[in-house]
Nanobody, 115 residues
Framework: QVQLVESGGGLVQPGGSLKLSCAAS????????MSWYRQAPGKERELVAT???????NYADSVKGRFTISRDNAKNTLYLQMNSLKPEDTAVYYC?????????WGRGTQVTVSS
């Protein structure tokens, strides 16, 4: 059974930091490109960051220099380090695993940036 379980969300003040984790099981983690997406209330889901099987990374312009995506293939875990958080980063953050044959999603974790 494929599972992607996000954790680490919460309430943080502007300028603060959070680190999200996504624990994967039920598939060969290292064979998949992994991404974080987010969806704010009333908005479409958007891509935040991607890390390829080889470790190459890409980021949305809105988070470049503030967020860092990483993966630990030995632990089957994806991470997102979020620094200098802004109120506009408030959203539900989703973990995604993709290869041409499959596309898996987690249920999300809420991140709220507010004073």
């Amino acid at each position: 059974q494929v599972q992607l379980v996000e954790s680490g969300g919460g309430l943080v003040q502007p300028g603060g930091s959070l680190k999200l984790s996504c624990a994967a099981s039920g598939f060969t983690f290292s064979y998949y490109a992994m991404s974080w997406y987010r969806q704010a209330p009333g908005k479409e889901r958007e891509l935040v960051a991607t890390i390829a099987r080889t470790g190459g990374t890409n980021y949305a312009d809105s988070v470049k220099g503030r967020f860092t995506i990483s993966r630990d293939n030995a632990k089957n875990t994806l991470y997102l380090q979020m620094n200098s958080l802004k109120p506009e980063d408030t959203a539900v953050y989703y973990c995604n695993a993709y290869n041409p044959a499959n596309d898996y999603w987690g249920r999300g974790t809420q991140v709220t940036v507010s004073s």
